[in-house]
């Protein structure tokens, strides 16, 4: 038998052992957290598959805290990639159950990122795409993704009314939690950027008009599932990039919907133009930075003099004494791990014990200069990995990036057809 006041000390010492009880009272078990990452593992028809309980079955057992799943679309007219699970209404109910049992059964919570795309849809896969103005990509991606439309005020109502309907269905389904996608370029960070929303109307050109979408979608969230369920945000710290989302407007953001009752905001940075949430890029932090692990930390430190909302930190995490140190200086009370869940599904149950995990997250690389620079590739990567946890096989993390950039594009562009197809049908 172990020693209980040996093991009670070596809870304290190992903060990530902790657990954390957030505003509303709900209690997660301790301080990891799986962030985000895009699965891409829906039909092409966007409806939920035996893959996802399997894959997020495999996580829970590993003793993590909190699991959030990847974005599923609030509209399948207005898709991410081809495979995206779209919540529209309770045809997928037995599914959504399974899924949401497979982390609640073994003591993880589970909370549903619910996102819409905007303008961050690659050509074809849409009819057409939606965003606060009409503003095109940079000329380097505009091979990627169309200019998109300008929405109207009835389709923003719309898209607001589908956040509230589809946090509803994940309630019912037996979901303990979700996540509003305000990050990394989709829709809601897009209203708050300047850069893509040039509007002039209610929803645009004031700091405090262009946040408006974003409280609206949380106030219709809350209305549809009521005050004890949690619901939470992952908002940008910043875009990086000219005329963009600032830190000033993000922690005015944070501050606000602190103020309307969120329970959990995640920090993290970037757009598929600028992605320095995978570490590539131009935006590529500092070594100073990288040095502390966190990417956004010093921005956490910030928010945290202005709320006391609980904060999760993802991107750029390695080790145990990282994640400790993190926590130890208050900036932080959740610890969100990604990629590193790809290449090592049982981390959490070294972390939990003060170990680190044999595998290191690394630079993914194809030679194609282009292409590295670009957050789709990292993410393509990933997405294989979690395709093979999903099928009961063990990760590859060393996988060619070039081998899997040539299997992701193959797959894409038949998954595109197919999905347009299907829905044409």
């Keep these: 038998m172990g020693d209980p006041m040996a093991d009670a000390a070596s809870t304290r010492a190992n903060l990530l052992a902790q657990p954390l009880q957030l505003p509303n009272g709900s209690v ?156 990394h370029g989709y829709l809601v960070s897009q209203f708050l950027s300047p850069h893509h929303n040039q509007r002039s109307d209610e929803w645009g050109g004031s700091a405090e008009k262009r946040r408006r979408f974003v409280l609206a979608v949380f106030a219709e969230i809350r209305r549809q599932v009521g005050a004890g369920f949690p619901v939470g945000i992952k908002l940008n710290s910043a875009d990086f990039q000219r005329g963009g989302f600032t830190e000033e407007e993000s922690v005015a953001t944070i501050q606000a919907l602190a103020q309307a009752g969120i329970d959990l905001v995640e920090i993290s940075g970037g ?38 909302t609980p904060l999760m930190v993802t991107g750029g995490f390695r080790s145990c004494d990282g994640m400790n140190a993190a926590l130890r200086s208050g900036a932080l009370d959740l610890v969100g791990l990604g990629r590193l869940l790809a290449l090592d599904p049982d981390a959490p149950a070294s972390l939990l014990r003060g170990a680190d995990s044999r595998y290191h997250v690394r630079p993914i690389s194809t030679g194609i200069k282009a292409v590295d620079r670009m957050a789709l590739m990292e993410v393509s990567w990933y997405t294989r990995q979690l395709k093979r946890i999903a099928n009961g096989h063990e990760p590859k993390p060393n996988e060619s990036g070039l081998f899997a950039l040539l299997g992701t594009m193959a797959a894409s562009g038949w998954g595109t057809f197919r999905t347009r197809r299907l829905r044409a049908s």
């Excluded at 757009?271 to 070594?287: C, F, L, N, R």
Aim: proline share 6%; charged share 20%.
């Design 271 to 308: 757009t598929y133009e600028t992605p320095v949430m995978t570490g590539a890029g131009d935006g590529k932090p500092a070594a100073s930075t990288a040095a502390r692990e966190a990417y956004f930390l010093e921005f956490a430190e910030k928010v945290r003099a202005a709320v006391a």
């Design 28 to 183: 997660l078990k301790n301080r990891l957290a799986k962030s985000a990452m895009s699965e891409a593992l829906g039909s092409y028809d966007n409806h939920v598959t035996p893959q996802l309980p399997r894959l997020y079955g495999r996580w829970a057992a590993s003793g993590i805290g909190l699991l959030i799943t990847g974005n599923v679309m609030i509209d399948r007219r207005a898709l991410g990639e081809p495979g995206n699970i779209a919540l529209e209404d309770e045809s997928d109910l037995p599914l959504l159950q399974e899924w949401a049992q497979a982390a609640t059964a073994q003591g993880a919570q589970i909370w549903m990122q619910l996102n819409h795309p905007g303008k961050q849809s690659p050509k074809g896969l849409n009819r057409y795409n939606l965003s606060p103005s009409a503003i095109p990509f940079r000329k380097d991606l505009t091979a990627f993704f169309d200019t998109p439309r300008e929405a109207t005020p009835a389709q923003i109502e719309d898209i607001i009314a589908r956040f509230g309907h589809a946090a509803a269905i994940a309630r019912k389904a037996g979901f303990s939690g979700v996540q509003i996608h305000g990050a």
